[in-house]
T-cell receptor, first 115, second 114 residues
Framework: EAAVTQSPRNKVTVTGGNVTLSCRQT?????MYWYRQDTGHGLRLIHY???????QIGDVPDGYKATRTTQEDFFLLLELASPSQTSLYFC??????????????FGAGTRLSVL | GDSVTQTEGPVTVSESESLIINCTYS????????LFWYVRYPGEGLQLLLK?????QKGSSRGFEATYNKETTSFHLQKASVQESDSAVYYC???????????FGSGTRLLVSP
């Protein structure tokens, strides 16, 4: 069974603060993704990566950076957090063919509040 | 654009009653969409419930079923008899074959009362 672990599970910061969300997968998957979910919206893709050192822009990238340091680890960075980034963040992974056909494996989510 | 619309929750059902959660999709840029239902139990991440990649086919898992209907662009989730343990948030999703793109619905919270 795929394992995707996110940390922290909850985070509170202030406007202008610096936040890093971490994600580790232990399934040797090539693809990793960061999504956000807001009430009334489906999950929206922020960034994704298909390998260490690779980064691709998703659908809602503004205000976010990401870095894939190893095959296992994918980080989401908010360098100047704003209240509009208050959301539930999910990390996911999938095998080489990508999430459009193959199963996405999700972490339990990080709830971020920006005051 | 591509989109997924599903039943707005919460949906409240008594144990042993039947369930249907509606899902319709629009795939304007995805030529051969794949359809998914994901479920998120409290405190957990989303997990795949079922998927269908061929129009006209039915997927099933844990007593849930959904049929990929290309004519009506629908992928409704059904279960004949729900259990309290089915209480969760259910997400319909549309995926692009061979690609990364997945479009999610906003989720439907299901509450099953004993």
């Amino acid at each position: 069974e795929a394992a995707v672990t996110q940390s922290p599970r909850n985070k509170v910061t202030v406007t202008g603060g610096n936040v890093t969300l971490s994600c580790r997968q232990t399934n040797s998957h090539n693809y990793m993704y960061w999504y956000r979910q807001d009430t009334g919206h489906g999950l929206r893709l922020i960034h994704y990566s298909y390998g260490a050192g690779n980064l691709q822009i998703g659908d809602v990238p503004d205000g976010y950076k990401a870095t894939r340091t190893t095959q296992e680890d994918f980080f989401l960075l908010l360098e100047l957090a704003s209240p509009s980034q208050t959301s539930l963040y999910f990390c996911a992974s999938s095998d080489t063919a990508g999430g459009g056909r193959n199963t996405l494996y999700f972490g339990a989510g990080t709830r971020l509040s920006v005051l | 654009g591509d989109s997924v619309t599903q039943t707005e929750g919460p949906v409240t059902v008594s144990e042993s009653e039947s369930l249907i959660i509606n899902c319709t999709y629009s795939a304007t840029s995805i030529a051969y969409p794949n359809l998914f239902w994901y479920v998120r139990y409290p405190g957990e991440g989303l997990q795949l419930l079922l998927k269908v990649i061929t129009a006209g086919q039915k997927g099933s898992s844990r007593g849930f079923e959904a049929t990929y209907n290309k004519e009506t662009t629908s992928f409704h989730l059904q279960k004949a008899s729900v259990q309290e343990s089915d209480s969760a948030v259910y997400y319909c999703a549309l995926g692009e074959s061979g690609g990364y793109k997945v479009v999610f619905g906003s989720g439907t919270r299901l509450l099953v009362s004993p």
